[in-house]
């Protein structure tokens, strides 16, 4: 900003300088770091009333599967059942096809 001049400017910043040696003489910090605390006093305070923290406790089952899969103990054995559950699953369905493309190949061969 454009500093002004004259004689009410000057007694205005006299003025000034005395309050602002003033406060900091009193709370032995200057006035911006003093407005700054209050602000964040205000918010904290705000967030006290508004801010509910035991939403972030609550553990939804996500993550409770997460912990067990993610074990560093029983991961690799739960990874290796799943694996194998789905290996069995996968040739125990797909064995009904393979039965019927062989009869079809049969029939075909037969004519």
């Known amino acids: 900003l454009k500093k002004t001049s004259g004689p009410k400017y000057s007694k205005v910043e006299e003025v000034t300088t005395r309050a602002?040696?003033?406060i900091t003489s009193i709370l032995r910090d200057t006035p911006e770091i003093i407005i700054a605390d209050g602000r964040y006093g205000f918010i904290?305070?705000?967030l006290l009333e508004a801010y509910e923290e035991a939403s972030?406790?609550?553990?939804?089952?996500?993550?409770?599967?997460?912990?067990?899969?993610?074990?560093?103990?029983?991961?690799?054995p739960i990874f290796a059942l799943i694996i194998w559950l789905m290996f069995q699953f996968v040739f125990t369905l797909g064995k009904y096809p393979m039965e019927w493309i062989e009869l079809g190949f049969g029939k075909l061969s037969a004519l």
């Open 44 to 46: 904290k305070g705000a």
């Open 20 to 22: 602002i040696g003033h």
């Open 56 to 76: 972030l406790k609550k553990v939804d089952i996500s993550e409770k599967i997460d912990r067990v899969l993610t074990n560093r103990i029983m991961g690799i």
